[in-house]
């Protein structure tokens, strides 16, 4: 009799937040699906057979804010050793590039990725090509039309618009730059992603131009635009924004993610509405080195595993209306999972900031499984 699936994994602990999921369980995957999950899945039942016992098996993870515009883009890595290989299968590159630069983009990194990539255009027709220009500073390429006609070519691949508002990348041209930011995502439906970190306005002022839907990364950054105020409290233009479905993502970085923002955010009841690592050529080898990294972080300061791992799953599949496709290990969703072990012990994890916290959990790839063909770590060069 031939094998019905195509691929077994047995006995792993399936950890699937969007179902609730938590408990030993066999899971099957015909062709690029989600075929079965039960107690028990036969091994003659499969072609080719895992043994998870052990490990943890989720959701391919998701991360919501990458750069790997490689060899364009100052920020740019390359993908596949630092995304699949690490056990995220879907990446959102976080405005790399714009109009003037995504069709390269397009071709030469999204359509020959193993790594699924989706983008957040820039603002900035030109993205995020030097360090030593900002993006805004000139006005001339923050053209709204460009803007607008390159997410309607791409609309398969463009799932929002990028504006980066720190003073040295906007020059005085941050608020005419968020308003022209705001009308591409009018006229298209799509989401904003703002950055805020030490901008000239205001947090109330950006957060003003923010709807629902739209993401305010970097969230436990540390300067005067952060979402908590000198005394350390959260702002109270931060509760309103995220109550109205604004979502706080980590975006973690070389400079953006500071422990004492994050424990006292936490601590009152603003927790991140999801993990992203921010990772580029600046932070690859430190300290965000990978996106489970970022997520043991947030292990160590009090979340569950399942709180956790619902922030690089379930949570960014919905804020992208993915969920159901991607996010899930429900039957019928794309084969993407990722297997992972869970080590105990002493481990030092240290933020943007040079802070380091002691932690007793880490989180470590094992495999990963992305339209039910299997991926090993160890296939692809790190860089």
């Known amino acids: ?112 990725s193993t790594t699924r990539i989706r983008a957040f255009l820039h603002l900035s027709s030109q993205g995020m090509l030097s360090a030593d220009i900002g993006e805004l500073t000139d006005l001339r390429y923050a053209d709204v039309n460009r803007a607008v006609r390159m997410c309607e070519t791409y609309k398969d691949d463009i799932v929002g618009v990028k504006i980066r508002m720190t003073g040295n990348l906007v020059g005085e041209n941050g608020a005419e730059g968020l308003k022209r930011a705001r009308e591409v995502c009018e006229a298209t439906g799509l989401p904003l992603m703002l950055h805020p970190n030490a901008s000239p306005l ?42 109205e479905g604004i979502l706080l993502d980590v975006g973690h970085g070389a400079g953006s993610f500071a422990f004492d923002v994050a424990e006292a ?69 794309l084969a993407d999972l990722a297997i992972l072990k869970l080590s105990t012990g002493c481990f030092t994890f240290t933020d943007s900031k040079n802070q380091t916290r002691q932690g007793e959990q880490k989180l470590d790839p094992v495999s990963t499984i992305k339209a039910g063909r299997l991926y090993d770590p160890s296939a692809f060069d790190y860089q």
């Open 1 to 112: 009799m031939q094998p019905q699936y195509d691929l077994l994994i047995r006995g792993g602990t399936l950890i699937d937040p969007a179902q609730g999921l938590h408990a030993v369980r066999d899971i099957a995957i015909a062709g690029d699906r989600i075929a079965a999950v039960a107690d028990e899945i036969f091994e003659e039942e499969a072609q080719t057979v895992i043994d998870a016992s052990g490990k943890l098996v989720t959701p391919g993870l998701i991360d919501l804010h990458v750069h790997v515009w490689w060899g364009v883009s100052h920020y740019g890595i390359e993908p596949d050793s630092t995304c699949v290989a690490q056990g995220v299968t879907t990446a959102f590159d976080a405005g790399s590039a714009g109009a003037d630069t995504f069709p390269g983009f397009k071709k030469y990194v999204i359509d020959v």
């Open 265 to 333: 955010a936490l601590a009152q009841e603003a927790p991140p509405g999801t993990i992203s690592s921010d990772l580029h050529t600046y932070n690859l080898h430190g300290p965000v080195y990978n996106l489970l990294t970022c997520v043991s972080k947030f292990l160590l300061m009090g979340l569950s595993l399942d709180d956790a791992l619902e922030k690089v799953t379930a949570a960014p599949a919905w804020a992208m209306g993915m969920l159901g496709e991607i996010g899930t290990l429900r039957p019928g969703a």
């Open 202 to 243: 205001s947090l109330a002022d950006m957060l003003g131009r923010m709807r629902s839907g739209d993401i305010l990364t970097h969230c436990f950054h540390k300067s005067d635009t952060g979402i908590l105020d000198d005394s350390g409290t959260l702002r109270p233009e931060a509760r309103k924004a995220v109550e």
